[in-house]
């Protein structure tokens, strides 16, 4: 018999060993490799979608008719490459769908791209097929007729105009795949934790076998070079059925998630489906190996590592530190840094906090019995303590990423409805005096009974910082009416609004005032179109969409030689009807064909494509949270079934089987629910990082936090059905005969 | 309506972006078959060609295609082929007395793909369209005889037998350019291959209509990046269509058409199965009536060693004192599109000389 | 004491144990080994009896069929005149059968004098008589010690002190003194017989050791008796 099948015969002897090990090894294997492939396939998305975004264009007819199917063909004809976009708001329904054409999709990614073009059909709200979308029975329906970038001249009958479906999500979408990152790369700790519970498990059943071989002679380091082989063998096993399960998770939810990331970044491009079995085939090799050697590798740090005595100070020591880190950290790795340093901590110290309080527990309890429950409870938190930490781990991630996308979703929707106040936008077109428009609004809708307006006009300035001066973008506004003075601001002075409104003071962005530790009051010197101002700052506002600074100014203080590189009128027409308005803008400027973006339909698209986004990470993180269940029932029962024999004891002592399985529920729960309690702590924190540090870090601005102490209820009870489940699991087993540990089997059993 | 463009895709693997040899489906879904309530028409030994109508699209069948392939030289003599194709892809039957559906709908009833490449110089340009039909955007007419996908079209000049291809890809004036502009003159009548034109692709009666131009005269021009090659030579034409070409378990095929210095035309093709390869062509003597090949006349054999995809291979039919040896020039003929498959000009030496243009289809890599 | 209480209360009968026709088969069919077949015995009260018979004779059966761990297929067994087919099992076990293991009879979370606690508790007995058992078994400087830092023979004399503090009307000991080494396993044997007959218990004892199975009253080997 070689030393390898010796070694290998402890699994034929404990089946349950290497099949929960492999078990394990496979979920985890498909999650990461899940959310691996769905990580890479949001970021090909986005790289493909930010292409094409900077340069997009819409075809619209000089003389102002509808574009139909006919324009569509004479263009394409010419040999330039557009695509039709039908929007259809469906009768008798409130969400409008958008029609594609998937075919005529093809020419916008270069011909280079083919191979790479998944076939993932833009299927999935708010998307269709255009004919499925032509088919339906509308109440609006408008064709707009995309042109690729860098297309040549158009005919003369046509003409280019800018195309904006929404607001630039871009950043919003860059904070989304941060925090993806940052999940997948949690997940990946958490994989390792539970690999490594079941690794160390797995070796302490073995312990016997291991001190025969080295009395038989055989060296340590032979054994340990037989067992590497073992894991890799073991590796190669579930590595394949793991990764097929992990792809075949990500396209269940792939065909979702693409459309999430093209509707997301507005576009139309289709991800590249490309194989991304590799990275994690190599990363879970490596993950194995890591969690097998790294008492083998570090011997050293296992020696320099403080002995019993001191380890509580210096896990206490590496949380303070790692929270000082997160605290003073100003830049993203340091933060993430900081952070590993707390989760590492915290991982630490949890199962020797649960110990002490095992410890208080046996003190404080005079009953015997109650002693003897404290003491269990002790030896179940050390045992299953990676396993634990895993699910603390895991719920707090479930817990953040929850705070994050309601906190998302609230804002998102917030700034949305701020930033589209106006019910209708009107871009000013080329060569039109803009001051025609506003005269006329100004005579039409004097106040708020006929229609509310603003003159949006932007452009560039220079601000002071310190000795030099930098560019900013200017935003004016006038009049400085109800359709402003609804934003939320950040911070403010008494009357913002008013003062801005006499241009006797300013707004800045968040990233702005970030960026330059602006606060409100001070002053911020100016120089638009050569002219000096130095002006107060009034409010700070927040502003999701662009890393670029901004300052919000009263549209009278710019000076008549300001280059306004874009204008338009955002109008929410009430008693005059909008076709009023907008016939009498067409009159006025002489032009047919105007661009006139309909803001509800646009926030009605952006949100529902924001909801399948946050879905699909609420999906991830359960999916998560599921795994460190799995382990933890697992592992749970893999112990438990060690010492079966003493819960028996209670039976031979006289203990009825319902009794017996009280204290077990009983132990179980406490166990789940002291994870989860110490998870809440945990989630908020890491809520709190991300929101307030990650973002404003990586972005210029941060997400307000919120706590939703609903939902950790939903988690404790989720923990509660966790413990349950490992209860009943020992309940099957309690009903047959235990086997009494053996004088050398008794190594971990009989642990106190 | 989801399920709509499930089905396409699943069952025609349009947007598919890999076919997966040797399913059921067979290469690019050729092998779907055309069953009594689908409502596709299925070609027999019994159906008769008939012109010009049969230059124009067949909506009663699944599938068509206009294939043209030239081997022409430029004005320094040197070797350059050229390929242009238009398929046609229907996703629900018509017959052809019913109404085209309203442009207006967005009808996907047909999809509509063409391919266009230039070989020169061990390099090889390939450009793919892709669109629905009905809209006008892309379509077929038999009188005049003209076919277009986009600005790729294929029209009829002042006389039916004088055709105009032109095609062009990318943006003029930058190196990624490139296009042609052909002027194609018709000599002889269709050639039928087959019975008649009904052309078996497989012993059990699977099988397609298929006629061809054997004999054409090519002039004109080919653009390459910034550089414009005078190019002539001659071309070979082909019409084919089916609702199942492949039966299943084929996985997919080898083509050949050649030009011999003799004047003599062959077209010989073979679909690879597991066991058996099934083997058809048609031998046009020069000045003499086509004679089709029945599969036990036909040797052809793929030479060894070549990736992605055989590049040499011996052609012979001994009945005809035939034995060919043919070799695409060096360098990578894969037209890389949703399909990839690969199309390259051969040399033809042994008991004749001359040229062609070989299409190998169904290779895991080719 | 319990042990008179037991006796005062059952005074119809004389004997502790009854069993008769008892009939144990594991497994079915062709592979069924039939471990007890048709077992009959009486055991009078504050008497002892040592099982006797090979490893799967079926002494460890036979124990736990009299303290209700295990059902018989056939026959009948009586316990302080209580019939074993509607007797309290749970109830006897916690407070007139103790149980001694050849080993791992106590909780290793719980020192000794804990263990000892926990089952006197268990049988309703006074906690305070816990140290007394454990000094009258000579380990009563122990009792703070948890049961991985004492020696075998000490953990074994705890788990008298167990059996003893719950003061038992029958303990049933397998092997109590099979992991033992020869002078440990002797003066373990001698405290067991020793406060069996202070307090008057019985005493049956499953074991291998000849010269231990003659120190009991009656003896009953079942490897003659399981013949297959």
Same mark, same amino acid.
């Given at each position: 018999?070689?030393?390898?099948?010796?070694?290998?015969?402890?699994?034929?002897?404990?089946?349950?060993?290497?099949?929960?090990?492999?078990?394990?090894?496979?979920?985890?294997?498909?999650?990461?490799?899940?959310?691996?492939?769905?990580?890479?396939?949001?970021?090909?998305?986005?790289?493909?979608?930010?292409?094409?975004?900077?340069?997009?264009?819409?075809?619209?007819?000089?003389?102002?008719?509808?574009?139909?199917?006919?324009?569509?063909?004479?263009?394409?004809?010419?040999?330039?490459?557009?695509?039709?976009?039908?929007?259809?708001?469906?009768?008798?329904?409130?969400?409008?769908?958008?029609?594609?054409?998937?075919?005529?999709?093809?020419?916008?990614?270069?011909?280079?791209?083919?191979?790479?073009?998944?076939?993932?059909?833009?299927?999935?709200?708010?998307?269709?097929?255009?004919?499925? =979308?032509?088919?339906?029975?509308?109440?609006?329906?408008?064709?707009?007729?995309?042109?690729?970038?860098?297309?040549?001249?158009?005919?003369? %009958? +046509?003409?280019?105009?800018?195309?904006?479906?929404?607001?630039?999500?871009?950043?919003?979408?860059?904070?989304?795949?941060?925090?993806?990152?940052?999940?997948?790369?949690?997940?990946?700790?958490?994989?390792?934790?539970?690999?490594?519970?079941?690794?160390?498990?797995?070796?302490?059943?073995?312990?016997?076998?291991?001190?025969?071989?080295?009395?038989?002679?055989?060296?340590?380091?032979?054994?340990?070079?037989?067992?590497?082989?073992?894991?890799?063998?073991? =590796?190669? /096993?579930?590595?394949?059925?793991?990764?097929?399960?992990?792809?075949? /998770?990500?396209?269940?939810?792939?065909?979702?998630?693409?459309?999430?990331?093209?509707? &997301?970044?507005?576009?139309?491009?289709?991800?590249?489906?490309?194989?991304?079995?590799?990275?994690?085939?190599?990363?879970?090799?490596?993950?194995?190996?890591?969690?097998?050697?790294?008492? $083998?590798?570090?011997?050293?740090?296992?020696?320099?590592?403080?002995?019993?005595?001191?380890?509580?100070?210096?896990?206490?020591?590496?949380?303070?530190?790692?929270?000082?880190?997160?605290?003073? %950290?100003?830049?993203? $790795?340091?933060?993430?840094?900081?952070?590993?340093?707390?989760?590492?901590?915290?991982?630490? &110290?949890?199962?020797?906090?649960?110990?002490?309080?095992?410890?208080?527990?046996?003190?404080?309890?005079?009953?015997?019995?109650?002693?003897?429950?404290?003491?269990?409870?002790?030896?179940?938190?050390?045992?299953?303590?990676?396993?634990?930490?895993?699910?603390?781990?895991?719920?707090?991630?479930?817990?953040?990423?929850?705070?994050?996308?309601?906190?998302?979703?609230?804002?998102?929707?917030?700034?949305?409805?701020?930033? &589209?106040?106006?019910?209708? +936008?009107?871009?000013?077109?080329?060569?039109?005096?803009?001051?025609?428009? =506003?005269?006329?609004?100004?005579?039409?809708?004097?106040?708020?009974?006929?229609?509310?307006?603003?003159?949006?006009?932007?452009?560039?300035?220079?601000?002071?910082?310190?000795?030099? $001066?930098?560019?900013?973008?200017?935003?004016?506004?006038?009049?400085?009416?109800?359709?402003?003075?609804?934003?939320?601001?950040?911070?403010?002075?008494?009357?913002?609004?008013?003062?801005?409104?006499?241009?006797?003071?300013?707004?800045?962005?968040?990233?702005?005032?970030?960026?330059?530790?602006?606060?409100?009051?001070?002053?911020?010197?100016?120089? /638009?179109?050569?002219?000096?101002?130095?002006?107060?700052?009034?409010?700070?506002?927040?502003?999701?969409?662009?890393? %670029?600074?901004?300052?919000?100014?009263?549209?009278?203080?710019?000076?008549?030689?300001?280059?306004?590189?874009?204008?338009?009128?955002?109008?929410?027409?009430?008693?005059?009807?909008?076709?009023?308005?907008?016939?009498?803008?067409?009159?006025? $400027?002489?032009?047919?064909?105007?661009?006139?973006?309909?803001?509800?339909?646009?926030?009605?698209? %952006?949100?529902?494509?924001?909801?399948?986004?946050?879905?699909?990470?609420?999906?991830?993180?359960?999916?998560?949270?599921?795994?460190?269940?799995?382990?933890?029932?697992?592992?749970?029962?893999?112990?438990?079934?060690?010492?079966?024999?003493?819960?028996r004891l209670l039976e031979v002592w006289g203990m009825t089987k319902?009794?017996?399985?009280?204290?077990?529920? &009983?132990?179980?729960?406490?166990?789940?629910?002291?994870?989860?309690?110490?998870?809440?702590?945990?989630?908020?924190?890491?809520?709190?990082?991300?929101?307030?540090?990650?973002?404003?870090?990586?972005?210029?601005?941060?997400?307000?936090?919120?706590?939703?102490?609903?939902?950790?209820?939903?988690?404790?009870?989720?923990?509660?059905?966790?413990?349950?489940?490992?209860?009943?699991?020992?309940?099957?087993?309690?009903?047959?005969p235990?086997?009494?540990?053996?004088?050398?089997?008794?190594?971990?059993?009989?642990?106190? | 309506?989801?399920?709509?463009?499930?089905?396409?895709?699943?069952?025609?693997?349009?947007?598919?972006?890999?076919?997966?040899?040797?399913?059921?489906?067979?290469?690019?879904?050729?092998?779907?078959?055309?069953?009594?309530?689908?409502?596709?028409?299925?070609?027999?030994?019994?159906?008769?060609?008939?012109?010009?109508?049969?230059?124009?699209?067949?909506?009663?069948?699944?599938?068509? !295609?206009?294939?043209?392939?030239?081997?022409?030289?430029?004005?320094?003599?040197?070797?350059?082929?050229?390929? !242009?194709?238009?398929?046609?892809?229907?996703?629900?039957?018509?017959?052809?007395?019913?109404?085209?559906?309203?442009?207006?709908?967005?009808?996907?009833?047909?999809?509509?793909?063409?391919?266009?490449?230039?070989?020169?110089?061990?390099?090889?340009?390939?450009?793919?369209?892709?669109?629905?039909?009905?809209?006008?955007?892309?379509?077929?007419?038999?009188?005049?005889?003209?076919?277009?996908?986009?600005?790729?079209?294929?029209?009829?000049?002042?006389?039916?037998?004088?055709?105009?291809?032109?095609?062009?890809?990318?943006?003029?004036?930058?190196?990624?350019?490139?296009?042609?502009?052909?002027?194609?003159?018709?000599?002889?009548?269709?050639?039928?291959?087959?019975?008649?034109?009904?052309?078996?692709?497989?012993?059990?009666?699977?099988?397609?209509?298929?006629?061809?131009? #054997?004999?054409?005269?090519?002039?004109?021009?080919?653009?390459?990046?910034?550089?414009?090659?005078?190019?002539?030579?001659?071309?070979?034409?082909?019409?084919?269509?089916?609702?199942?070409?492949?039966?299943?378990?084929?996985?997919?095929?080898?083509?050949?058409?050649?030009?011999?210095?003799?004047?003599?035309?062959?077209?010989?093709?073979?679909?690879?199965?597991?066991?058996?390869?099934?083997?058809?062509?048609? !031998?046009?003597?020069?000045?003499?009536?086509?004679?089709?090949?029945?599969?036990?006349?036909?040797?052809?054999?793929?030479?060894?060693?070549?990736?992605? #995809?055989?590049?040499?291979?011996?052609?012979?039919?001994?009945?005809?004192?035939?034995?060919?040896?043919?070799?695409?020039?060096?360098?990578?003929?894969?037209?890389?599109?949703?399909?990839?498959?690969?199309?390259?000009?051969?040399?033809?030496?042994?008991?004749?000389?001359?040229?062609?243009?070989?299409?190998?289809?169904?290779?895991?890599?080719? | 004491m319990g042990g008179e209480l037991a006796n005062g209360e059952n005074v119809k009968v004389h004997s502790a144990v009854n069993v008769s026709g008892l009939r144990k088969t594991f497994?079915?069919?062709?592979?069924?080994v039939a471990v007890l077949s048709g077992l009959g015995f009486a055991l009078p009260a504050g008497s002892s009896l040592a099982l006797m018979g090979?490893?799967?004779s079926g002494k460890s059966t036979l124990l736990n069929i009299l303290c209700g761990l295990e059902q018989a297929d056939a026959g009948t067994v009586t316990l302080f005149g209580a019939d074993g087919r509607t007797a309290d099992w749970p109830c006897l076990r916690r407070e007139r059968i103790g149980v001694v293991f050849?080993?791992?009879?106590?909780?290793?979370? @719980?020192? @000794? @004098?804990?263990?000892?606690?926990?089952r006197?508790?268990l049988a309703g007995q006074?906690?305070?008589?816990?140290?007394?058992?454990?000094?009258?078994?000579?380990?009563?400087? @122990?009792?703070?010690?948890?049961?991985?830092?004492?020696?075998?023979?000490?953990?074994?004399?705890?788990?008298l002190?167990m059996a003893f503090a719950m003061a038992p009307d029958l303990i049933l000991a397998d092997e109590p003194?099979?992991?033992?080494?020869?002078?440990?396993?002797?003066?373990?044997?001698?405290?067991l017989f020793?406060l069996q007959a202070e307090t008057g218990c019985s005493l049956i004892l499953a074991t291998?050791?000849?010269?231990?199975a003659?120190r009991c009253q009656q003896t009953l080997d079942l490897g003659h008796r399981s013949g297959?």
């Amino acid at each position: 018999m070689t030393v390898f099948t010796a070694l290998f015969s402890h699994y034929r002897r404990h089946p349950w060993q290497g099949t929960a090990l492999a078990l394990l090894m496979l979920l985890a294997t498909a999650l990461w490799t899940g959310i691996h492939h769905l990580t890479s396939q949001a970021r090909d998305s986005l790289g493909q979608s930010e292409r094409l975004v900077e340069v997009r264009e819409q075809v619209q007819r000089v003389d102002g008719a509808a574009l139909t199917v006919e324009d569509f063909v004479l263009l394409r004809r010419q040999g330039l490459c557009v695509m039709p976009w039908l929007e259809v708001l469906p009768e008798g329904q409130s969400r409008r769908v958008i029609g594609v054409d998937p075919l005529a999709a093809l020419c916008f990614q270069g011909q280079a791209d083919v191979a790479s073009f998944d076939g993932q059909p833009l299927v999935g709200q708010p998307f269709l097929d255009i004919a499925d =979308a032509a088919a339906l029975t509308a109440a609006e329906q408008q064709l707009f007729l995309i042109l690729a970038a860098g297309e040549g001249p158009l005919p003369s %009958a +046509y003409r280019t105009a800018p195309f904006a479906l929404s607001p630039d999500t871009g950043q919003l979408g860059d904070s989304f795949l941060l925090n993806l990152d940052a999940l997948s790369v949690l997940v990946l700790l958490i994989t390792g934790l539970l690999l490594r519970s079941v690794y160390l498990l797995s070796l302490s059943q073995r312990r016997d076998s291991f001190a025969l071989l080295a009395r038989l002679g055989v060296s340590g380091r032979r054994v340990r070079g037989h067992l590497l082989l073992e894991l890799l063998c073991l =590796a190669a /096993l579930t590595l394949i059925p793991g990764i097929w399960l992990g792809q075949a /998770l990500a396209s269940v939810l792939e065909g979702g998630f693409t459309n999430v990331m093209e509707g &997301l970044f507005d576009s139309r491009q289709l991800a590249t489906g490309g194989n991304h079995w590799r990275v994690p085939a190599l990363v879970m090799t490596v993950l194995l190996l890591a969690v097998a050697m790294v008492d $083998w590798l570090m011997p050293m740090v296992a020696r320099a590592t403080p002995g019993n005595r001191l380890r509580p100070a210096a896990a206490t020591l590496l949380v303070l530190v790692g929270l000082a880190g997160v605290w003073l %950290a100003n830049a993203l $790795w340091l933060l993430f840094v900081a952070l590993a340093l707390v989760l590492a901590g915290i991982g630490w &110290l949890m199962p020797r906090g649960l110990s002490l309080l095992s410890g208080a527990g046996v003190r404080a309890s005079a009953q015997p019995g109650w002693r003897w429950w404290w003491a269990e409870f002790g030896v179940l938190c050390r045992r299953l303590a990676l396993p634990l930490v895993a699910l603390q781990f895991s719920l707090a991630m479930v817990l953040a990423v929850q705070a994050l996308v309601i906190t998302f979703e609230d804002t998102f929707d917030r700034w949305l409805s701020q930033r &589209l106040s106006a019910d209708v +936008y009107v871009q000013v077109p080329e060569g039109a005096d803009s001051a025609l428009a =506003a005269n006329w609004l100004t005579e039409h809708l004097p106040s708020a009974d006929e229609g509310l307006w603003h003159h949006v006009q932007r452009g560039s300035g220079r601000f002071r910082h310190g000795q030099a $001066w930098q560019d900013v973008d200017i935003f004016a506004v006038t009049p400085v009416g109800p359709l402003m003075t609804g934003w939320g601001l950040l911070e403010q002075t008494s009357q913002p609004w008013q003062t801005l409104a006499s241009g006797a003071g300013v707004m800045v962005n968040e990233q702005l005032a970030y960026r330059l530790g602006l606060s409100v009051g001070e002053e911020l010197e100016l120089v /638009l179109a050569e002219q000096a101002l130095k002006l107060p700052v009034l409010g700070i506002y927040p502003d999701y969409g662009r890393p %670029a600074g901004e300052v919000l100014i009263a549209g009278q203080i710019l000076p008549a030689d300001f280059e306004v590189t874009f204008e338009s009128f955002s109008i929410s027409p009430a008693s005059v009807p909008i076709e009023t308005i907008t016939d009498a803008l067409r009159a006025l $400027w002489a032009e047919p064909a105007l661009t006139i973006r309909d803001n509800r339909a646009i926030q009605d698209l %952006a949100n529902r494509v924001f909801e399948q986004t946050f879905m699909l990470t609420r999906a991830m993180t359960v999916l998560t949270l599921a795994l460190a269940a799995v382990a933890l029932l697992l592992m749970g029962w893999v112990f438990l079934s060690t010492r079966l024999w003493y819960f028996r004891l209670l039976e031979v002592w006289g203990m009825t089987k319902a009794e017996i399985f009280r204290k077990l529920l &009983l132990l179980a729960l406490a166990v789940t629910l002291s994870a989860a309690a110490l998870a809440l702590p945990l989630g908020v924190g890491l809520t709190w990082v991300l929101v307030q540090h990650i973002n404003p870090l990586a972005f210029g601005w941060s997400l307000p936090m919120a706590v939703y102490p609903v939902f950790w209820l939903e988690l404790l009870a989720l923990a509660l059905l966790i413990g349950g489940c490992i209860a009943l699991l020992m309940r099957r087993q309690l009903g047959r005969p235990a086997v009494r540990p053996s004088v050398t089997g008794s190594v971990t059993g009989e642990e106190r | 309506m989801r399920l709509r463009w499930l089905t396409m895709m699943l069952v025609y693997g349009l947007l598919a972006g890999c076919s997966e040899p040797g399913t059921d489906a067979g290469f690019a879904g050729l092998g779907g078959t055309a069953g009594p309530d689908d409502g596709f028409e299925q070609p027999g030994p019994g159906t008769e060609l008939v012109f010009p109508r049969d230059f124009g699209p067949h909506p009663a069948h699944r599938i068509e !295609w206009w294939y043209l392939t030239a081997n022409l030289e430029t004005d320094t003599g040197e070797p350059l082929g050229l390929q !242009w194709t238009q398929f046609r892809q229907a996703i629900e039957s018509r017959d052809d007395e019913s109404p085209s559906p309203e442009p207006s709908g967005w009808p996907l009833q047909a999809a509509w793909m063409a391919h266009a490449a230039v070989s020169y110089r061990e390099q090889h340009w390939f450009g793919e369209r892709l669109a629905r039909g009905y809209l006008g955007q892309a379509g077929a007419t038999a009188e005049p005889f003209q076919v277009w996908l986009d600005h790729w079209q294929l029209t009829t000049g002042e006389s039916p037998d004088q055709w105009l291809v032109q095609v062009s890809h990318g943006q003029p004036d930058t190196e990624d350019y490139w296009a042609f502009d052909l002027e194609l003159t018709v000599r002889g009548a269709p050639v039928a291959h087959g019975v008649d034109g009904f052309s078996a692709k497989s012993a059990s009666g699977e099988g397609s209509m298929y006629f061809s131009l #054997v004999d054409i005269e090519v002039t004109g021009q080919v653009r390459l990046g910034r550089e414009t090659l005078p190019v002539r030579g001659k071309a070979w034409f082909d019409r084919e269509w089916s609702s199942q070409f492949l039966k299943a378990g084929q996985q997919g095929w080898d083509w050949f058409a050649l030009h011999l210095d003799s004047g003599d035309k062959l077209m010989a093709f073979q679909l690879r199965e597991q066991q058996d390869h099934f083997r058809s062509g048609t !031998w046009i003597p020069a000045g003499g009536e086509p004679i089709a090949l029945a599969p036990g006349q036909l040797q052809l054999e793929p030479g060894t060693g070549a990736e992605p #995809v055989p590049t040499r291979w011996r052609l012979a039919v001994p009945d005809h004192d035939i034995d060919l040896t043919l070799s695409a020039p060096p360098g990578n003929y894969t037209n890389d599109g949703l399909y990839p498959y690969w199309e390259s000009p051969v040399t033809v030496t042994g008991s004749h000389e001359g040229v062609g243009y070989m299409e190998l289809t169904g290779y895991s890599e080719p | 004491m319990g042990g008179e209480l037991a006796n005062g209360e059952n005074v119809k009968v004389h004997s502790a144990v009854n069993v008769s026709g008892l009939r144990k088969t594991f497994g079915q069919g062709d592979s069924a080994v039939a471990v007890l077949s048709g077992l009959g015995f009486a055991l009078p009260a504050g008497s002892s009896l040592a099982l006797m018979g090979r490893s799967g004779s079926g002494k460890s059966t036979l124990l736990n069929i009299l303290c209700g761990l295990e059902q018989a297929d056939a026959g009948t067994v009586t316990l302080f005149g209580a019939d074993g087919r509607t007797a309290d099992w749970p109830c006897l076990r916690r407070e007139r059968i103790g149980v001694v293991f050849q080993e791992a009879n106590l909780m290793p979370t @719980l020192s @000794l @004098l804990d263990n000892v606690r926990f089952r006197a508790a268990l049988a309703g007995q006074p906690e305070t008589r816990c140290q007394h058992w454990l000094e009258v078994l000579d380990i009563g400087e @122990l009792g703070q010690r948890f049961p991985d830092q004492v020696s075998g023979g000490q953990r074994q004399r705890a788990a008298l002190a167990m059996a003893f503090a719950m003061a038992p009307d029958l303990i049933l000991a397998d092997e109590p003194t099979g992991s033992l080494d020869r002078n440990t396993a002797n003066e373990v044997a001698d405290e067991l017989f020793r406060l069996q007959a202070e307090t008057g218990c019985s005493l049956i004892l499953a074991t291998h050791d000849a010269e231990l199975a003659a120190r009991c009253q009656q003896t009953l080997d079942l490897g003659h008796r399981s013949g297959g």
